[in-house]
């Protein structure tokens, strides 16, 4: 039933505020398609039936304060879905409520896990859709979602998962990575498009979204603005995406990446993530639930893979396709891994700038660049590689002792072209003598992480195996002794360093 202009509040639909104002022109309310509301019956079937009416006029789908128990909620081109004040999509548990979520597609996957690979099986999902959105200052709680599935089946297995991990059991690995069969029905994702175009997220929170709150792959047109998410595992993931648009988005994610862009083999073949902007975004590793009830509790000491607590910006792991034209500004890191640069699969990342970045409370390197020779993909696969990097103004304090900035190439791969400028840099010191005499391993084929190396033999800044690199203005500083060098160079021909105290003398 389609609602008319004086049917609907004022306060909830206006044109001029929406991503698509001619959607506002026919309006249908969830609940004249039999959505209750009351958190006990099903209402995915209603959502269903409103979004197939608006795709046929284009059109608005309003969803009135209220608790929404949804299996399967399916996007269409030229819907928007606009979440009132006190709207809630709560994931249902098929453990618990009669149903279940759509079936993942058909095939296996092989370069990446079993959650980049599918996404029909998710809360809101959508592909090939243009001229879609979702808005509002609603809530979406993935209440009844998993934050489990099985990893890549590629035979290979070398770099599957952090090194530090090794000591984890068969058992623990399994609670982690439960089995394909076991994921039919459920679902651990609540937003996923795959391809499409001209999609609009605003507005509203994500409370426990499962392994993805958002999985964007393929995507092109992409604005993401203003949300909130809270989430157990990955927080906005954009996988091989082009022109997308992350700002002033706060992302909490203590036990995996809270913004992070990928370029994996989804979509059958190796395609670049380029023209990507992320803006004004703050992210954290705080307690799950924490940062969006306001107490950003911080009891949480280690994430599932063994490191300290996650919530960073990343570039990285799955790197098929490379990047190019990516820009990091104005963000901020709290209690978190600091930014990761990282490409390991085959992938070319060029033409990268991070600036005006605060970090506070940072669990391992505060810059990491890595390039590796994991190379998960298809026979032919190459080493990639990273050049034309631009750092600048980055203010990091609380840093752990153990990892300093890092840049990591391979011997005969450098990283080319980078630029630190105007960056402190704040540890919290603590360095050993056997930690200044180590020699760490070149470890080409592992899944990239800060910890990778162990504790480093620099205590500001380490650099192995790069070329051309530029330091202008690096302040370094310590809050205790540490028995390290502040800066450490190996394999670094033609290195110019600048205004950077430490290194006087050397120049």
């Excluded at 548990?93 to 597609?105: K, N, T």
């Excluded at 391992?364 to 696969?381: C, K, N, Q, S, Y």
């Excluded at 890092?406 to 840099?425: M, Q, S």
Aim: some cysteine; aromatic content about 6%.
């Amino acid at each position: 039933m389609e609602l008319t202009r004086r049917d609907v509040s004022l306060g909830l639909v206006v044109g001029a505020l929406l991503p698509f104002p001619a959607h506002a022109a026919h309006v249908f309310d969830v609940r004249a398609f039999g959505a209750k509301g009351d958190g006990r019956g099903i209402d995915s079937g209603a959502f269903n039936a409103a979004i197939t009416a608006a795709a046929r006029v284009g059109g608005t789908v309003l969803v009135p304060a209220g608790r929404y128990l949804c299996f399967s909620i399916e996007l269409k081109s030229n819907v928007t879905i606009q979440l009132a004040k006190g709207a809630v999509i709560e994931a249902a548990d098929p453990a618990r409520h009669s149903g279940q979520y759509d079936l993942p597609e058909d095939g296996d996957q092989l370069y990446q896990d079993f959650g980049h690979s599918h996404w029909r099986n998710s809360l809101i999902w959508g592909k090939d859709v243009e001229n879609v959105a979702i808005t509002g200052p609603g809530l979406i709680h993935g209440l009844g979602l998993t934050r489990n599935g099985p990893g890549a089946a590629w035979k290979a297995q070398t770099g599957e998962r952090p090194l530090s991990m090794q000591g984890l059991s068969g058992a623990q690995i399994r609670a982690l990575e439960s089995d394909a069969v076991a994921m039919r029905g459920k679902s651990n994702k609540a937003i996923a498009l795959c391809n499409g175009r001209n999609i609009r997220l605003a507005g509203f929170s994500m409370l426990k979204c499962g392994h993805f709150a958002i999985l964007a792959t393929g995507t092109r047109d992409l604005a993401i603005q203003d949300l909130t998410i809270d989430t157990e595992r990955d927080g906005i993931d954009l996988d091989c995406v082009q022109d997308a648009l992350v700002e002033h988005c706060r992302v909490n994610t203590p036990n995996d990446d809270a913004i992070v862009i990928k370029a994996s083999y989804a979509l059958g073949r190796a395609i670049r993530a380029e023209r990507v902007t992320v803006r004004h975004c703050a992210v954290s590793g705080y307690d799950l639930g924490t940062m969006l009830d306001g107490t950003c509790r911080m009891t949480q000491e280690l994430a599932p893979d063994r490191d300290r607590v996650t919530g960073r910006i990343k570039l990285g792991t799955e790197s098929n396709g490379g990047y190019r034209d990516i820009l990091i500004e104005d963000c901020s890191f709290t209690h978190c891994r600091g930014l990761a640069l990282e490409t390991v699969d085959g992938g070319v990342m060029e033409h990268v700038v991070a600036r005006r970045l605060t970090m506070r409370d940072i669990t391992t390197a505060p810059i990491f660049l890595r390039l590796g020779d994991r190379r998960r993909g298809p026979p032919g696969t190459g080493i990639g590689a990273i050049r034309d990097v631009t750092i600048s103004d980055v203010d990091a304090a609380g840093i752990d002792h153990r990892y300093p900035a890092a840049i990591a190439g391979l011997a005969g791969h450098p990283i080319e072209t980078v630029r630190l400028e105007n960056i402190r840099l704040t540890y919290n010191g603590g360095g050993i003598d056997a930690d200044a005499a180590r020699h760490p391993e070149e470890h080409a084929s592992a899944y990239p992480e800060p910890s990778m190396f162990g504790p480093l033999p620099a205590w500001g800044l380490w650099v192995r195996h790069a070329r051309g690199l530029k330091i202008d203005g690096l302040q370094l500083a310590v809050s205790a002794p540490d028995a390290r060098p502040p800066i450490l160079l190996d394999d670094a021909p033609d290195t110019a360093i600048s205004r950077t105290p430490f290194w006087r003398g050397r120049d």
